[in-house]
Antibody, heavy 122, light 110 residues
Framework: QVQLVESGGGVVQPGTSLRLSCAAS????????MHWVRQAPGKGLEWVAF????????YFADSMKGRFTISRDNSKNTLYLQMNSLRADDTAMYYC???????????????WGQGTLVTVSS | QSALTQPASVSGSPGQSIAISCTGT?????????VSWYQHHPGKAPKLMIY???NRPSGVSDRFSGSKSGNTASLTISGLQAEDEADYYC??????????FGTGTKVTVL
């Protein structure tokens, strides 16, 4: 069955960096675009970034552009989110999500991980 | 990119119909027919309920329907059931190749 397992969250100070990972299994990872979505405590969903199945295209939400980098290693079935210059308002649960149609740039999600919590605090 | 605007809460009695609006701009909701709706029970993964404005994924009840007019999309839940109580989020692809979610609506079944 499809599984997405995030890791790498934790408590960090403002201005520092963190790298999140999302280990995928149960499907052909290299065939699917992937996304990161976050949810701050008590707030709604916020889209973070997209990476195409072939790593050719990457897009970011405005507030993350220039600070966050998305990447993937199809040989390891793993998605990454490198977060730099972290701010208090980056505090959130971060989810990886699979685009629901293979070989597409779909922005619809059919599977989500359980999330990894990032807390930015001094 | 500002979040799409949804009402904070909507409620209805079992069997009734409710509608949730999702208002964006000409750069997102109004530009493409790429509006989706997710049902989110706290502690569980969001579930895709509607995609491309009005299409239902396989397995989603036909009590859920979507529509769009101009910069506003809507999700209608008919024959409201207790299990429909959840948070609902719209989302839209944008002209900048990004995605924007709505502010979220808490649906309460009275």
């Amino acid at each position: 069955q499809v599984q997405l397992v995030e890791s790498g969250g934790g408590v960090v100070q403002p201005g520092t960096s963190l790298r999140l990972s999302c280990a995928a299994s149960g499907f052909t990872f290299s065939s699917y675009a992937m996304h990161w979505v976050r949810q701050a405590p008590g707030k709604g969903l916020e889209w973070v970034a997209f990476i195409s199945y072939d790593d050719r295209n990457k897009y970011f939400a405005d507030s993350m552009k220039g600070r966050f980098t998305i990447s993937r290693d199809n040989s390891k079935n793993t998605l990454y989110l490198q977060m730099n210059s972290l701010r208090a308002d980056d505090t959130a649960m971060y989810y990886c999500a699979r685009a629901w149609v293979p070989y597409s740039g779909s922005y619809n999600f059919d599977y989500w991980g359980q999330g990894t919590l990032v807390t930015v605090s001094s | 990119q500002s979040a799409l605007t949804q009402p904070a809460s909507v409620s209805g009695s079992p069997g009734q119909s409710i509608a949730i609006s999702c208002t964006g701009t000409s750069s997102d909701v109004g530009h493409y027919n790429y509006v989706s709706w997710y049902q989110h029970h706290p502690g569980k993964a969001p579930k895709l309920m509607i995609y491309d404005v009005s299409n239902r994924p396989s397995g989603v009840s036909d009590r859920f329907s979507g529509s769009k007019s101009g910069n506003t999309a809507s999700l209608t839940i008919s024959g409201l059931q207790a299990e429909d109580e959840a948070d609902y989020y719209c989302s839209s692809y944008t002209t900048r190749s990004t995605l924007v979610f709505g502010t979220g609506t808490k649906v309460t079944v009275l």
